[in-house]
Every structure is written in structure tokens, then in C-alpha cells.
């Protein structure tokens, strides 16, 4: 035991225990214990949005105690929507005191999220205008909104950008709309979903995301009253409707986390048990993990990951789902540094999510980034002009070093990385990984790592 890292109580008591925002790790020893994974943050940020656009309470279970949840709970909070702590991990929402905020309010959180952007549709549908601070998330790229604007214009809203933001009204109400997304957006099929449902009229949205959080989200819709088919080829029909009421649902599991711990006892030569990681949402993962040399098992309540031999090297394409996620590349890149031979890492979805391989490099990886990607007969996903990629060489041995977190994927990465590595390193700005992972340093605690907060 390194840290005192009081287990978080209450869902809502802020990440309790894990205040430490620099860590000092000693590498070298494999990762071997149980973590659970709660609800996705990926799902749970937009169903609370979704709360928005009932008439009565809802109820969203296996809530995770992260940093972005927190965000949205403020902003709902500032919009007079009351969010209660409920039993082993849910939370109760009750939007009937919805109304208008005072924009320093709203620009209090001006950089802390994404999500402000999804509480246009539900805002218009109940007080007719939105205002939007600027967005935050992971500096990862570019990260635009023009999918976003595009679509709310479609539905008839008018928005103004000033100096403060970003206003949307819709003076003649939100009717539905035929749109064809240029890229298969998450962000932007959510924002199309939880407008249309309660626009007039029919929604037909083509070239709509479709991953497995997408489809939680529209199933939360589906429970609050919302009519929506999922039609082939990336169409989503949604038929708006009057009036939706409050859902009682239990988030889809991070699949996120689950992979990244998966890619922890890769990395280190180590064993995890995800309790509650499931098969079906992260097939993708778990072929190219197998390829690279990991070994899983399937259980009733969880999976169980460790190595199976030597690492080998793969090729990896970013993509959107069913694809191997852009949110996988990070900690896998650090178990094929210990691969023999070399790995090939293109990310397809962002423009710059290949910057925090740099680190690794100082602690003693062969990881050439090409700006431009590069070309492969192998190639699976169609050249994107955002893309970049990595070639890594292995095996060979990590060192110590003294890193900074620069976003949620990349900075667990870093802390992986320091765990295999010879020597003892230093990893500052640990904040950001509780954005999106729960009781992190109690669960590095759980799976033994050697640590110690210091700062
Ligand atoms: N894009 C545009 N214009 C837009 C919207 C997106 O050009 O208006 C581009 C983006 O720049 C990017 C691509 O489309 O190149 C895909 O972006 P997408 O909208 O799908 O991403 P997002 O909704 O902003 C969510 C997750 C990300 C995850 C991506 C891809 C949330 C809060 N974030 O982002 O998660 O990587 O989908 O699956 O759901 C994370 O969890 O660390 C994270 C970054």
C-alpha cells in the first residue's frame, strides 16, 4: 500500500480519497487483481442531458464518481434541474424546476466539457433558447462543431455566436429534418437524437454514429417515450413525439476502461478481472488483443485478462464502431512497445491523438509518429486527411521518467507506462484521468501497484 485512498462513498462526494495530482511510481512489478467498471461516461454525460426532456424523474443506475459527470450535474443544477445521490451508485433526477440560466453561470464550466453542446435540443424543447459556453474536452485536435450547428439549423433553430458563446432560439419551434452527417459523429448523432425526438414531424439522419453508447442512449429515449428505428447502413428514423416522460435505466458498462485495464495487464505482464466488462461491445478489442499476444476469458460477471507469451506486433486502424475505437490506441501502444517486432498504429477519427506518444519516447520507446499517416496495401479504413500514424519498434525496455498528463486516454497511458518501467517516475497532472476513470488510484492500489501521492 503506497497512498491512503479511502474507497469513494457516495456517488456524488467528488472523487473522494483521490485529490493527488502527482504520483510517483515505481515500475517493474506486473499489475495482477480485480476492478470493476461502472456505467460508460460515454453514455451516462448524454442520459443525463436526456433527463432534461422528461416530464417526470429519472433515474440513471451504476452513475461512476468522475470529474465529467460532476461537470454535467453542475450544469444541469444551474438550469434549476434538482440531482439527488440515490442508492448504490444512481442518481435522481427531477427537471420540473428547469429554466433559463444566467450565462456567467453557464461560462463557469466554459472549457470543462464537451457535453454543454447536447443540452441545445432538450433547452430549445423546453425554454426555446440555449446559451452555450465555449467547449473543453481532451486537446486532441481541432474538435469542431460544425456537424452540430448544421444540425440544429436543419431543424429550423437560428444561432448566434458572440463574444459570451453561442445562443440558439428556434422562433418558429424545432420541425423535423433529412440530414446526412458528412463523418459518422458521435457528438453530433446525439445531438440530432435528442433534438428530433421531440421535434415535429419525422427525422430521417443518415451516416449516424452507431456505437454501442448510441445505442444506450437511444434506448433511453425509447423508455422515456421516444419513437426511434435503427434502419441498416447507418440510418436512425426518429418519429418526434409531444411529450416524454423521466426513464429508469442502468448505463451500459465503460468499455472504454475496461480495455485500458486490459491493456495495463498486457503491458506489465500482469492479470486483470474486469467485473463487468461484457463480450459483445468490445469484439473488436479483444481480436486485436488476442493478436498482439493477450489471452481473455469470458465469465459470467466480468473478464479476466493477462498475456499469453511473448507480445507480437499488429496493425491497427482507428475507426468508427464497429472498428477498433480511437480510445484503445493509447494504452495498447504501450503494450506493443514490449511487442517483437514492429506495430503499425494509424489513428483515423482525430487529427492529434498521437502527441502523447512522445513521453513514451522518453522513457525509452521506438515510436516514429508520421504526421501525414502512411501509406499500406493493408490498409482496412479509406484514407481520412486527418489521420496520423505510429510505427513502434520492440521490444524495447522502458525507463523512468518525469511526464505530464495531457488528456484522459494518453494520461493513463503515462501511468501504465511508468508501472512497466524500470526506476521510479514521476507523473504530474493526474487530474485529468479522473474525467472519465473512477477511483483510479484505489484501483491501481487493488491491481498492486507501487505508488505513492506526492503532490
Ligand atoms: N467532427 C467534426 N465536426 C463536428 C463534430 C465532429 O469535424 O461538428 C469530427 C471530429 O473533429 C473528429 C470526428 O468528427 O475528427 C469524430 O468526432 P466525434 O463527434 O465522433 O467525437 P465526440 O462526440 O466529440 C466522443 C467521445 C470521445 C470519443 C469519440 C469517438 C464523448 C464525450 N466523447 O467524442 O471520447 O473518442 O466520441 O468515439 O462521448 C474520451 O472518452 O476520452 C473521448 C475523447
Not at 453542475?74 to 429554466?99: C, K, T
Not at 425509447?222 to 426513464?247: F, H, T, W
Request: contains cysteine; charged residues 25%; negative net charge.
Amino acid at each position: 500500500m503506497r497512498a491512503l485512498v479511502p474507497d469513494a462513498g457516495p456517488a456524488y462526494s467528488g472523487p473522494a480519497g483521490e485529490s493527488g495530482e502527482v504520483l510517483s511510481i515505481r515500475g517493474g512489478r506486473p499489475l495482477r487483481g480485480d476492478v470493476e467498471v461502472k456505467g460508460a461516461k460515454n453514455l451516462v454525460t448524454k442520459a443525463m442531458v436526456a433527463a432534461l426532456l422528461g416530464e417526470t424523474p429519472s433515474v440513471l443506475r451504476d452513475v461512476p464518481d468522475i470529474s465529467d459527470v460532476q461537470i454535467v450535474r453542475s450544469l444541469l443544477e444551474v438550469h434549476g434541474v434538482r440531482v439527488e445521490d440515490g442508492e448504490g451508485g444512481s442518481i435522481h433526477l427531477d427537471p420540473s424546476g428547469a429554466a433559463t440560466a444566467h450565462f456567467e453561470e453557464i461560462d463557469a464550466y466554459a472549457g470543462a466539457s464537451r457535453i454543454p453542446i447536447l443540452f441545445c435540443g432538450p433547452l430549445l424543447h423546453l425554454l426555446g433558447e440555449a446559451l452555450i459556453p465555449d467547449l473543453g474536452g481532451c486537446r486532441i485536435g481541432d474538435r469542431p462543431i460544425n456537424f452540430h450547428m448544421d444540425a440544429l439549423r436543419a431543424f429550423g433553430a437560428v444561432v448566434d455566436k458572440s463574444y459570451e458563446g453561442i445562443r440558439i432560439t428556434a422562433p418558429d419551434g424545432l420541425h423535423g429534418a433529412k440530414i446526412e452527417l458528412p463523418y459518422p459523429s458521435v457528438g453530433a448523432t446525439e445531438q440530432v437524437l435528442l433534438t428530433a425526438v421531440k421535434a415535429k414531424g419525422v427525422t430521417e439522419l443518415r451516416n449516424a454514429a452507431i456505437e454501442p453508447e448510441i445505442m444506450d442512449l437511444i434506448a433511453v429515449l425509447q423508455k422515456m417515450g421516444a419513437i426511434i428505428s435503427y434502419e441498416p447502413n447507418r440510418v436512425i428514423l426518429i418519429e418526434g413525439v409531444d411529450s416524454l416522460r423521466g426513464y429508469d435505466h442502468r448505463a451500459i458498462f465503460d468499455r472504454n476502461e475496461a480495455a485500458s485495464w486490459a491493456c495495463a495487464a498486457l503491458a506489465t505482464d500482469g492479470e486483470i478481472f474486469v467485473r463487468g466488462a461484457k463480450q459483445q461491445e468490445m469484439l473488436t478489442f479483444l481480436n486485436v488483443f488476442r493478436k498482439a499476444g493477450g489471452w481473455f476469458d469470458v465469465q459470467e460477471d466480468g473478464i479476466r485478462f493477462r498475456r499469453d507469451g511473448a507480445l507480437k506486433p499488429v496493425m491497427v486502424e482507428t475507426d468508427v464502431h464497429p472498428g477498433f475505437m480511437t480510445d484503445w490506441q493509447q494504452p495498447l501502444i504501450v503494450a506493443l512497445t514490449q511487442a517483437e517486432g514492429t506495430s503499425v498504429v494509424h489513428e483515423t477519427v482525430y487529427e492529434n491523438r498521437l502527441g502523447f506518444t512522445a513521453a513514451l519516447v522518453q522513457m525509452g520507446a521506438d515510436i516514429v509518429v508520421h504526421p501525414q499517416g502512411i501509406d499500406s496495401p493493408d490498409r482496412r479504413v479509406p484514407r481520412r486527411s486527418l489521420e496520423q500514424a505510429a510505427v513502434i519498434n520492440g521490444p524495447t525496455p522502458l525507463h523512468a521518467a518525469d511526464v505530464v498528463v495531457p488528456d484522459l486516454r494518453g494520461g493513463y497511458s503515462y501511468v501504465i507506462a511508468a508501472l512497466a518501467a524500470e526506476g521510479e517516475s514521476v507523473v504530474r497532472n493526474i487530474g485529468i484521468i479522473r474525467r472519465g476513470y473512477e477511483k483510479f488510484l484505489a484501483k491501481l492500489d487493488a491491481v498492486g501497484a507501487d505508488f505513492d501521492v506526492i503532490g
